[in-house]
């Protein structure tokens, strides 16, 4: 299953951490891990490319984990790029079920 831990602070995006593979199928035809992995690899560099905000990301595939941080306010265009992502991400939970992935959403 992939777990996704989607991290609020003042209700502004602090963190995102991805972990673990779907095992909708076997690895190479697994649909709903390469459906995350293209929004959330597409999103992290729409950022890193279209803005100027700030974050890190740490990432290794062999787990499924990626973890990006934002240390600063985000600007209105990473905001909608995230939003945007999230929303692909529950539609992907809504199609497939919650036995492939998690979604939390936590407040700090």
């Not at 779907?22 to 190479?28: I, K, L, Q, W």
């Not at 709903?32 to 729409?46: E, K, R």
């Not at 539609?91 to 936590?106: A, F, N, R, V």
């Amino acid at each position: 299953m992939i777990s996704v831990a989607i991290t609020k602070r003042n209700n502004e995006y602090y963190s995102i951490l991805f972990d673990g593979h779907a095992d909708y199928a076997e690895s190479g035809y697994d649909i709903v891990c390469s459906a995350v992995s293209v929004l959330v690899l597409n999103t992290i560099n729409s950022i890193e490319k279209f803005t100027d905000d700030a974050m890190t990301t740490e990432y290794d595939e062999e787990s499924g984990h990626i973890f990006t941080t934002f240390p600063k306010s985000l600007s209105e265009k990473s905001q909608v790029l995230l939003d945007a992502m999230l929303l692909g991400l529950e539609e992907i939970k809504q199609q497939y079920g919650d036995e492939y992935i998690s979604l939390l959403y936590k407040e700090v």
